[in-house]
């Protein structure tokens, strides 16, 4: 009913403050029944959130994603408008910090292995993985451009996961993608893969 295209915001609201309502008063399976009608929602977020991601670490994604919205079931005010959008809203931003750690924990794991030696054949993240070897950009740089080139997350979302403003993300994504792509031209970095060539701002 509640994903029926004739369905007004008003509907979806008013079956989605009863859901809440049940979660709350009546037990888990009401719980797992918000899930259940969520579960188009968290499955997109999940996909996006856990692409390229190894299987452990998206557990973790799909776990925190899941956490976060079963959490804001308690909290979420199911007198404003919009509680799905913003249910899904707080698991996405639990998904994208998990996102985020992992993605720390692996520009730091960096610091201990062997340059890897480019390619004809290699890829986006082997590129990035060797520029941050090489000194040409930040591993938090690499994280901005692998999450929001690479996985197509949105850069505003990314942004707002991380309590920072887009415009601030996007000039520093532009200043890496400028290294990154004198590097490329200057023959310091291969990058030999479909679109690896495309000027950043494309």
Request: aromatic share 4%; net charge neutral; with cysteine.
């Amino acid at each position: 009913m509640v994903l029926a295209p004739a369905a007004t915001d008003r509907l979806r609201d008013a079956v989605w403050a009863e859901l809440v309502r049940r979660s709350r008063e009546d037990g888990p399976s009401w719980v797992i029944g918000c899930v259940g009608v969520a579960l188009p929602g968290l499955l997109n977020i999940a996909a996006r959130a856990t692409r390229t991601a190894s299987p452990s670490v998206a557990d973790d994604i799909v776990s925190e994603l899941l956490t976060e919205f079963v959490a804001q079931l308690k909290r979420i005010d199911v007198t404003r408008p919009h509680i799905a959008e913003r249910l899904l809203l707080w698991a996405r931003k639990a998904a994208l910090r998990a996102r985020g750690r992992d993605e720390r924990h692996l520009a730091l794991a960096t610091d201990t292995l062997p340059a890897l030696p480019a390619s004809d054949g290699a890829d986006p993240a082997t590129v990035l993985h060797e520029a941050i070897h090489q000194g040409i950009i930040t591993c938090e740089a690499a994280a901005l451009i692998q999450a929001t080139r690479l996985d197509g997350i949105p850069l505003a979302e990314y942004a707002d996961a991380r309590g920072e403003h887009p415009k601030k993300l996007y000039a520093r994504r532009q200043r890496a993608e400028a290294r990154l792509a004198e590097a490329i031209g200057q023959g310091q970095l291969c990058a030999n893969f479909d679109g690896a060539s495309q000027k950043p701002g494309l």
